[in-house]
């Protein structure tokens, strides 16, 4: 009987082409299909919450797909454990009610960008941080952080080549903190558009540098103007980080 | 004017034959001292304070060095940071008294060993923790790591394949902690025979599994037999984390 799964992973990013399936290039999604093709030995059709770009990691990720073998959660989670890549683990999977489709159902979700501020590299975080190493005061850039939050039209921080026309986003909140030397940004919000939080997080950086001044974020809203806001910062720091279905999770 | 440069530096052991200089296999002294050579043209003489076996990790190591070349410790840091692969990283560089020897003059050291407690995979710590599917009580494993503070004869916790004859050490602290699906085991002593930690950690995990019975760690000791204690743990969740050099920083 088919029945509707639902699976929660973490993928290191780097070496792939983002999530979405593409010819000629690895994805996530590709490799996720060819792991459910070996153990249920049925091609199915998997919906994932969002799009991700190169080199962008996800602590937790969810997709969802219509499988006919019977088998239990927990042997079909083993299974694809051990036939994916070290870069990709399963850590949830569930039998979800036939309607339920990981973008569409999605409420919310949260990204963390993490900002190693430091002239010596970290062997250990090498490809998932951005490393900084001028001066970062993330106090400053904490109250700057918080001009994102509210709804807003965020065509100044969304890249071009995307089709979507509606481009007015809530954002719930959107911080910055340090940890030593390690200094994260998190945001949440009800959707992103294209390299959004990449943009916000460059546009935090060329405050911090002087390019932008301080407290000009409304105003760059305002203009809808992408030549206003910041660079676009690299993907290795950005982490999908939650993903929510239950509108009271949000807040 | 010969100085003696301390580094302290940062290092991820998976593609190591540990730090010790050997034919014919790649470690993180040989690259340190590749790394020395090119910034400073010197064939140095580099002192680290402790050996590491293949694969362990170092989030803090010291070695020091005499150098002739007349060139700005900042400036220096930088050019061997700039020159060495990405999973070794400099970040601490000064000139030190004359006599100063990174291994005898060491007072005491901290290592960590990290477990993954989960049957998931986590692509973003996967060479640099064991992965423990098992169930885990932190708790009473905390209880058994408080046996090991003290001054003993560890000849139980050491592997055969050593030429130390004194194998009393003195354990400052040992416990064991929990943060989501990660537990943390934590030994700091006056030094560590070979493997001491790595058979610390395997022995607790066979007390974890019924292979050792609990509160037998006293027993295990006083035996100094290494048949009584338990497994070696891999060397992937071993980190040496701190090393200390004032007295007044060990307890």
Redesign the interface.
């Known amino acids: 009987m088919e029945r509707n799964i639902k699976f929660t992973i973490?993928?290191?990013g780097t070496d792939y082409h983002g999530w979405q399936l593409q010819e000629n290039a690895d994805t996530v999604q590709a490799q996720m299909m060819r792991a459910i093709k070996k153990i249920t030995g049925e091609n199915v059709k998997l919906h994932g919450c969002s799009r991700t770009d190169s080199g962008v990691?996800a602590?937790m990720f969810c997709c969802n797909a219509r499988i006919n073998k019977d088998i239990d959660c927990q042997k079909l989670?083993?299974g694809l454990?051990a036939v994916?890549g070290?870069?990709?683990?399963?850590?949830g999977c569930s039998v979800v009610p036939d309607g339920f489709h990981s973008r569409f159902d999605c409420v919310g979700k949260e990204y963390i960008y993490r900002i190693w501020n430091?002239?010596?590299?970290?062997?250990?975080i090498?490809d998932?941080v951005l490393q900084y190493p001028y001066k970062l005061d993330e106090k400053m850039l904490d109250r700057q952080a918080a001009y994102f939050v509210g709804t807003h039209d965020f065509s100044a921080f969304c890249s071009s080549g995307t089709d979507v026309e509606n481009k007015v986003r809530t954002i719930y909140s959107c911080n910055v903190k340090r940890d030593g030397e390690l200094v994260t940004v998190t945001v949440s919000g009800d959707g992103f558009l294209y390299n959004m939080v990449r943009i916000i997080v460059g546009t935090l950086l060329d405050i911090q540098s002087g390019k932008i001044p301080e407290d000009s974020v409304p105003e760059i809203i305002a203009s809808r103007d992408r030549n206003r806001s910041g660079v676009t910062a690299k993907a290795d720091g950005l982490h999908l980080n939650k993903v929510y279905y239950d509108p009271k999770e949000v807040l």
Chains 1, 2 share one sequence.
């Open positions: 973490r993928f290191k990691h602590n989670m083993r454990n994916l070290d870069d990709i683990g399963v850590y430091s002239e010596c590299k970290n062997p250990f090498k998932t």
